[in-house]
């Protein structure tokens, strides 16, 4: 639950008084709250929306509980590659937000943020390990703590609408590798789907059950690590055959390819999963499936 605001500290926040505050929340430039008192109160998320559409500057962010100097331009993803590796290696959460919130801040979307700027910076962060650069606590609290901003991130987003699209996923069994499914979770988040991550690490048995029980017209695995790929492989094919065939599957991840055989050789997957999917293309399958929808 994100912090609500006043206007006045948000008009702090953003140089401008609190008046003119307070006019753009009557235009419904800004979406705000009421207390019981009639008070008005804004959450964080929709003030960094105001700042992203209207390309506003955000002149103290410490008045939005964000990290000083998250206001200012981002620049080229590559080039904020090496400061964001550093702080994942320090451990300096306070580093790691501001990099990634002042890209959000200066207008790229959560798929780039994802793909040109914390994949590279991991595959990095894990090619060190492999070099003894880099110890294993590092990577794993690297980890983590991408898996607090990436909810931080997802606050920040408009709720999805009551008509939006279901899309469900996780990493299958032996898989604990969680970044990659929140990753998937916020780009479907940011193209209007109530996007549901169930976890790492899931009995396929369990995601059938949830596929069976709340029918999402998006399902999704993500395979970093398969430790039997034989094993894997037949517990996918148990999932196709044991769902409806109205639910679409994606796989993605860099182990997708131990689910190709059982997606290609079994009748029930009847042309209904795509596998070897990256965001890019998850965001273009998920935008395919809300067209043909309302069409």
């Given at each position: 639950?994100?912090?609500?605001?006043?206007?006045?500290?948000?008009?702090?926040?953003?140089?401008?008084?609190?008046?003119?505050?307070?006019?753009?929340?009557?235009?419904?430039?800004?979406?705000?709250?009421?207390?019981?008192?009639?008070?008005?109160?804004?959450?964080?998320?929709?003030?960094?929306?105001?700042?992203?559409?209207?390309?506003?500057p955000l002149i103290h962010p410490e008045a939005l509980?964000?990290?000083?100097?998250?206001?200012?331009?981002?620049?080229?993803?590559?080039?904020?590659?090496?400061?964001?590796?550093?702080?994942?290696?320090?451990?300096?959460?306070g580093s790691l937000r501001r990099v990634v919130i002042e890209h959000y801040l200066s207008g790229a979307s959560l798929l780039e943020i994802c793909e040109q700027l914390?994949?590279?910076?991991?595959?990095?962060?894990?090619?060190?390990?492999?070099?003894?650069?880099?110890?294993?606590?590092?990577?794993?609290?690297?980890?983590?703590?991408?898996?607090r901003v990436l909810f931080e991130l997802r606050g920040f987003l408009p709720p999805a609408g009551p008509d939006a699209p279901l899309a469900m996923g996780g990493t299958p069994p032996g898989d604990n590798y969680r970044l990659a499914t929140l990753m998937v979770e916020l780009v479907l988040a940011e193209e209007g789907w109530k996007a549901v991550s169930l976890g790492s690490s899931l009995p396929m048995a369990t995601l059938a059950a949830a596929a069976r029980h709340h029918l999402p017209q998006l399902f999704w695995f993500s395979v970093s690590h398969a430790a039997d790929a034989d094993e894997l492989a037949r517990g996918f094919e148990a999932f196709l055959a044991e769902t409806p065939p109205t639910v679409s599957v994606i796989v993605g991840g860099r182990e997708s390819q131990a689910l190709v055989a059982a997606a290609l050789n079994g009748d029930a997957a009847s042309g209904r999963v795509q596998t070897g999917v990256d965001l890019t293309v998850l965001r273009d399958v998920a935008r395919g499936i809300r067209m043909a929808r309302s069409a």
């Open positions: 639950m994100q912090e609500l605001l006043s206007p006045k500290q948000v008009a702090t926040s953003i140089g401008v008084s609190e008046s003119s505050l307070k006019r753009w929340c009557d235009q419904g430039l800004i979406a705000t709250e009421r207390t019981p008192g009639g008070h008005r109160r804004i959450r964080v998320g929709e003030v960094v929306q105001f700042l992203r559409q209207q390309e506003h509980r964000l990290p000083a100097g998250a206001g200012r331009q981002a620049g080229h993803p590559a080039d904020s590659q090496n400061e964001l590796l550093a702080a994942l290696e320090a451990g300096d959460d914390l994949t590279p910076t991991l595959h990095r962060i894990g090619e060190r390990w492999e070099c003894g650069r880099t110890e294993v606590y590092q990577e794993h609290r690297a980890c983590e703590a991408l898996n």
